[in-house]
């Protein structure tokens, strides 16, 4: 197989999707509730993977019911932070080889020709716009652990994207 680590990271992401459709996972709900603003942290750290998000959204819903929304939201921010610094991290040193090699593939080719300050700033826009989306974090993170953006800049982007995301959720949980 040419891209091992990329393939697995594919496949796991859509056996994560699949699985996280069912109502298996609504122990979590309950579980996070009984922990307060502790749980809304783990919420977060679950809010970061595709495979934990929906129970996660679940749970903040839940909580909203019962928590300071304020600081349930930062809270959770940080855990999802948490969650998303650790994906950083792993793909940053894990899949370095792989991603250079997958750039040389011919159907990228065009991407080769673009001006570097281009490349960086699509990596960027598509990573934030995949992290502030309701899919999983794993891809936007992915992406701009690949590109050439720091951890500090990485670390402030993915607590207010996930932050404001986790805040709508905590609204949306209040008004319901």
């Known amino acids: 197989m040419k891209y091992p680590k990329l393939s697995l990271l594919f496949v796991i992401c859509l056996l994560t999707i699949l699985l996280a459709r069912g109502d298996n996972f609504i122990f979590l709900q309950n579980f996070l509730a009984r922990f ?3 749980g809304a942290f783990v919420a977060g750290i679950f809010y970061a993977y595709g495979f934990t998000a929906p129970p996660a959204t ?7 019911q019962q928590q300071n929304i304020i600081l349930a939201g930062l809270l959770a921010g ?8 650790l994906i950083f991290n792993f793909v940053r040193h894990t899949f370095k080889k792989e991603t250079e090699k997958l750039a040389e593939e011919k159907i990228l080719h065009h991407f080769h020709h673009l001006p570097l300050w281009l490349k960086k700033h699509l990596a960027l826009i598509i990573g934030c716009l995949l992290i502030a989306s309701p899919l999983s974090d794993e ?3 992915a992406v701009l652990a690949l590109s050439e953006i720091d951890r500090k800049n990485f670390s402030f982007l993915s607590f ?3 932050t404001l995301g986790i805040f709508i959720i905590l609204l ?3 008004a319901l």
């Open 160 to 162: 207010f994207l996930n």
């Open 139 to 141: 891809i936007g993170v």
């Open 58 to 64: 679940a749970a903040l819903l839940a909580l909203a």
């Open 36 to 38: 307060g603003l502790f």
């Open 172 to 174: 949306i949980g209040r």
């Open 78 to 85: 940080f855990g999802a932070l948490f969650g998303d610094l």
